[in-house]
């Protein structure tokens, strides 16, 4: 890690900004939320500077990223959309940069998260981990909650598990769901809470039949997965579109698993009764 301020690249959620509070402490940080995608900033503590910024604006983030003598660059949050490039109106800097920028968001998306880092190596940053820059954000091994999960619930757990193994290297999402030893749901291009909406539908056209309760979501990085970015984060969100799907709750992996929200995710999964695991 360089002396210099971190610059945290902000996408949609509570994370970056829990992410930057944790971080400011011990370090300066730079905000660069995407306008469009990053969540209005909470109360900006000191040693925390913020600049909202669209896409057409790229060349300009870095041009400030290295006024302020940010070297480290820390990319998260949730991307809800691609940009729409034939409506982006750029600004010089960003002009520069446009070919190659188009050209990283090409692929799936493990393709577009090695693109994405590509290109700010190019232009001599360093995409750093959430493990090197807040490691209190990963989850801890063991029991995160007060509920264990039922030899029946592990079982599914250990299914799920085996299922992410096996299909890493396609591309597909991070997170599957398991009910009674059977898949039900495969996360896709639409992410893991639009996943758990699919379930909570399935069950109520009797898709499949289950006690409530039964079955778990897990959630764990693809094999090989790059780190620095696209890891995988449990929250709030997560849990209650989990209950809302009637399972009985959350595994995912210790220490490439971000919990956001960990202190109310844990109150909230003991008062339903819900199990939290890493493994």
């Given at each position: 890690m360089s002396d210099g301020p971190l610059a945290i690249v902000a996408g949609a959620g509570s994370l970056p900004w829990e992410a930057a509070a944790a971080i400011a402490p011990r370090r300066e940080v730079v905000v660069f939320a995407i306008d469009g995608e990053a969540d209005a900033a909470p109360s900006a503590g000191p040693r925390i500077e913020t600049h909202r910024l669209g896409y057409g604006q790229l060349g300009r983030a870095r041009r400030l990223a290295m006024e302020r003598r940010c070297r480290d660059v820390l990319m998260l949050g949730a991307i809800r959309?691609?940009?729409?490039?034939?409506?982006?109106?750029?600004?010089?800097?960003?002009?520069?940069?446009?070919?190659?920028?188009?050209?990283?968001?090409?692929?799936?998306?493990?393709?577009?998260?090695?693109?994405?880092?590509?290109?700010?190596?190019?232009?001599?940053?360093?995409?750093?981990?959430?493990?090197?820059?807040?490691?209190?954000?990963l989850a801890p091994s063991g029991l995160l909650g007060a509920h264990r999960p039922s030899a029946a619930q592990q079982a599914d757990i250990d299914l799920g598990a085996a299922y992410l193994t096996a299909s890493a290297p396609f591309d597909v999402g991070q997170a599957v769901v398991v009910v009674e030893g059977r898949v039900i749901a495969v996360e896709g291009a639409e992410g893991t809470d639009a996943m758990l909406a699919r379930c909570a539908e399935l069950r109520r056209a009797r898709r499949f039949r289950s006690e409530k309760g039964a079955g778990a979501l897990v959630k764990r990085a693809k094999s090989g997965q790059d780190m620095r970015s696209d890891v995988p984060v449990v929250g709030l969100g997560t849990l209650r579109g989990a209950l809302a799907a009637g399972l009985g709750g959350i595994a995912v992996e210790s220490g490439r698993t971000i919990l956001a929200e960990r202190a109310a995710l844990r109150t909230e999964a003991d008062r339903a009764r819900a199990f939290l695991v890493a493994l």
């Open positions: 959309s691609r940009p729409d490039f034939a409506s982006l109106v750029p600004d010089m800097d960003t002009l520069r940069l446009l070919p190659r920028i188009v050209r990283a968001a090409v692929g799936g998306d493990d393709t577009i998260v090695r693109n994405v880092i590509a290109l700010f190596e190019d232009e001599g940053f360093r995409v750093v981990s959430v493990a090197e820059a807040a490691p209190e954000l």
